[in-house]
């Protein structure tokens, strides 16, 4: 009985162990073009079970648990088969194939060969036969050295420099002159200042390839001069996988420091918002005056106070699959990521100059020297998802990324202006507050039909800027008597930019023969931006003595019922400035490739 028992149990397990299934997925390209193969036929060899690539040349076959041979064939490729190819229930296996030509009508060509996780030929051969001057990265390279982000994996790009942990130049040149692109849509900054991304926000997980385009051609955005980085997020990942990572850093200079500066802003800074604590609390345009009552709503803490910071941290979460229906394949990636980095700098120095009006000297002179301590909390989060569905002839896709950004900044530092107009010693207090928001969706898809293929592309994008009560006080010291006499303030102002940006993108790609391509398409944008500054001053000043070096205490200076002769914040002389504006583009471009020898020209 109890043999009987045990060879059931083994009959079982080997019925389960055989039945098991795993896959194997990877891409095949074309050696003397570097571009995807569409139509090559997978095979297990000595069997009918099989499959084809799509038209960027993906593919996915289902075989059981164990060792196999593969056949790659297409119709004037030479044939490769890997032999030995091990299939894991667990996980899929990776080949990615690049397949030559059979000008002379050879035989089947025998490779054996182990799993091939490394499609850099790719970007190789891409960047050999495009006629654009381009670097890239690929998806296998992220494997191989273990990059999280993106903005650690560019520094292994040629010709390119990552400021900053998260911004990239090409070719040493400014922000200004440099793009970037998701999937091919261009995709503004947070900050308006600024032109480039913070690309530290793209983990490389759900990253295809990244390519750097030096040179400019009609496909491509006119709006760059120095390089355009594009960003090809994963539509079909391929496996399953699920991560959760975390890190903390720390600086015994910066972290844990007692002598810190920060100042009480709102319950949500935390999660890179303000709850609307900091919002102007009158009506924009609203006239202020000495009798208005409303600057009692303004609130009263103008100083930075010392306090301990923490170190820095970090969380992300992402979730992405492939998964193989009956008449489609749907694939999706799920991420979300989350930083606080906070900073100290202690007895920092800035200095500025002027050029001198009086005498015979037209140097430089001296303005001001400042120095003092500054402290930022910068609170950063992102979200993505995407999901597409392909069949052979067509993906469709769409693409949701958010990220908001918090940065709060409190400065507490002395001034000494030497100018030969105005000579003081300021004691010199600034609180600032930015909150940036962008928010993009991309439609997507990619046809088909016949010698000619479509790619069309939408990118829908709601960007902002908020810098809500920004405040300077200055308060000046002369023959050891404080006050505001002598090149002393009180400025607030709060600041805010909005922006509506809509691009859509077509693409047509006839194929005449092996040799000659022809490329056309059309590019529309519409965009619309408004900016709105309100700036506010306290007056008064002259005929206020202060007792104390710190802006915190110039709350019993404010005016008030008991106090009706006090400071009262009225509106500055340049009040507000606003700008609304909308702009259409549209743009078409027609490109020829010919192909000569191993050579590329573009009419």
């Known amino acids: 009985m109890r043999k009987t028992v045990l060879t059931l149990i083994v009959a079982i397990a080997a019925v389960h162990a055989f039945a098991q299934e795993g896959f194997i997925r990877g891409k095949v390209i074309e050696d003397a073009t570097g571009e995807p193969l569409f139509g090559a036929t997978i095979v297990k060899q000595g069997t009918i079970t099989g499959t084809s690539t799509d038209f960027d040349g993906n593919y996915s076959l289902k075989l059981p648990v164990g060792t196999h041979n593969i056949v790659f064939q297409s119709v004037s490729f030479q044939s490769i088969v890997l032999e030995g190819v091990e299939v894991k229930a667990d996980e899929p296996t990776i080949l990615d194939v690049v397949m030559k030509e059979d000008v002379q009508q050879l035989g089947e060509v025998v490779v054996t060969a182990t799993v091939t996780k490394d499609n850099d030929i790719g970007v ?23 990059d999280s982000n993106l903005s650690s994996a560019m520094k292994r790009v040629t010709g390119v420099s990552v400021q900053g942990d998260k911004y990239v130049y090409v070719r040493g040149l400014g922000d200004r002159y440099t793009k970037t692109s998701v999937n091919g849509m261009v995709i503004p900054g947070l900050d308006p200042d600024r032109n480039d991304v913070q690309i530290d926000i793209f983990p490389t997980g759900i990253l295809e390839n990244v390519l750097v385009y030096k040179t400019f051609t009609p496909d491509l955005p006119g709006s760059f001069t120095g390089g355009l980085i594009d960003i090809q997020t994963k539509a079909f990942p391929e496996k399953k996988s699920t991560s959760i990572s975390m890190s903390m850093g720390y600086n015994p200079a910066m972290h844990f420091n007692s002598n810190s500066l920060s100042y009480k802003g709102s319950s949500t800074d935390w999660l890179g918002f303000d709850n609307g604590s900091r919002d102007l609390p009158v009506a924009a345009n609203t006239r202020l005056n000495e009798d208005n009552a409303t600057t009692t709503l303004f609130d009263p803490t103008l100083g930075a106070e010392r306090g301990s910071n923490f170190m820095n941290s970090s969380l992300s979460f992402s979730h992405r699959n492939q998964v193989i229906g009956k008449k489609l394949t ?213 005929a206020s003595n202060v007792n104390s070096s710190d802006p915190n205490d110039l709350e019993q200076f404010i005016i008030s019922d008991s106090n009706p002769t006090g400071l009262y914040i009225q509106n500055a002389t340049d009040e507000s400035n606003a700008y609304e504006g909308g702009q259409t583009l549209f743009a078409a471009y027609a490109m020829n490739e010919m192909r000569i020898g191993e050579r590329l020209k573009s009419v």
């Not at 190789?124 to 273990?146: A, C």
């Open 124 to 146: 190789m051969l891409v960047q050999k036969k495009s006629v654009n001057t381009l670097d890239g990265i690929s998806s296998s390279t992220f494997r191989k050295v273990g």
């Open 330 to 542: 749907w694939g999706y990636n799920a991420l979300f990521t989350y930083r606080i980095r906070n900073s100290y700098f202690q007895d920092f120095e800035r200095r500025q100059y002027e050029r001198n009006a009086i005498g015979s000297d037209l140097g430089l002179v001296r303005d001001y020297t400042a120095k003092g301590d500054l402290a930022n909390n910068e609170v950063l989060w992102s979200g993505l998802a995407s999901i597409a569905a392909k069949s052979a002839n067509t993906t469709i896709g769409t693409t949701f990324l958010n990220i908001q950004n918090g940065v709060s900044t409190s400065v507490k530092r002395t001034r000494r202006n030497t100018s030969l107009n105005n000579p003081t010693f300021l004691y010199n207090d600034i609180l600032t507050y930015t909150e940036r928001n962008m928010f993009n969706n991309i439609t997507y898809g990619k046809h088909q039909i016949g010698d000619v293929r479509l790619n069309w592309t939408n990118s829908f994008i709601l960007s902002s800027q908020y810098e809500p009560d920004y405040r300077e006080t200055a308060i000046n010291e002369d023959d050891d008597q404080l006050g505001f006499r002598n090149g002393g303030l009180i400025n607030r102002f709060w600041r805010e930019l909005s922006e509506v940006n809509e691009n859509l993108k077509v693409d047509l790609e006839y194929e005449a023969n092996e040799s000659n391509k022809l490329k056309f398409g059309g590019f529309a944008s519409f965009r619309n931006r408004e900016f709105n500054v309100y700036n506010y001053s306290y007056s008064n000043l002259s």
